[in-house]
C-alpha cells in the first residue's frame, strides 16, 4: 500500500491476516497480546500483512508456496503448520503442499522435509477430523 497511512496499513493488514490465517487464529493472537508484545502484533499486522502480502505481485497461493518453503529452510516449525493452514485456505491442494515440502528436501535437506511432512501430516488430519 504505497502512500498508505498507518493506520490504512494496519487495516488492510487485519483484512489480509484474518483472511489468511483466520478470524479465530488472529483473534486468539490479539487476545495474548501483552504489553512485551503489542508492538510487534502492530508491526507485523502493518507490515508483513499490510504491505507484503497486500502487494499485488503475487497471489496468495505463491506466497504461501514462498512462504512454507521458507519455514522449512529456517526451521520455524509452529509457524510452518500456522501457514500449512493458511496455504489450504489459499487454495493449495495436499497434493501441491507435498510437492513444495519435496522440493524443499532438495534445497534444505531431508531432516527437515521430513520435519515439515510430520507436521503437515498432523495439520491435515486435523482438517479431515469431524
Not at 479465530?24 to 490479539?30: K, Q, S, Y
Not at 489459499?90 to 521430513?114: C, D, F, H, K
Amino acid at each position: 500500500m504505497t502512500g498508505a497511512t498507518d493506520e490504512e496499513r494496519r487495516a488492510q493488514g487485519m483484512a489480509v491476516r484474518r483472511e489468511v490465517l483466520s478470524d479465530a487464529h488472529v483473534d486468539r493472537a490479539i487476545a495474548s497480546t501483552t504489553e512485551l508484545t503489542a508492538d510487534f502484533q502492530d508491526f507485523i499486522t502493518r507490515v508483513a500483512w499490510g504491505d507484503v502480502w497486500s502487494r499485488p505481485g503475487l497471489d496468495r497461493r505463491s506466497r504461501s508456496i514462498a512462504v512454507l518453503s521458507s519455514l522449512i529452510a529456517l526451521g520455524h516449525h509452529e509457524e510452518f503448520a500456522m501457514h500449512v493452514r493458511a496455504a489450504r485456505r489459499n487454495g493449495l491442494t495436499v497434493a501441491e503442499i507435498r510437492e513444495v515440502i519435496l522440493q524443499s528436501a532438495v534445497y534444505a535437506g531431508v531432516p527437515a522435509a521430513n520435519t515439515a511432512f510430520r507436521l503437515a501430516a498432523g495439520v491435515l488430519a486435523e482438517e479431515e477430523a469431524p
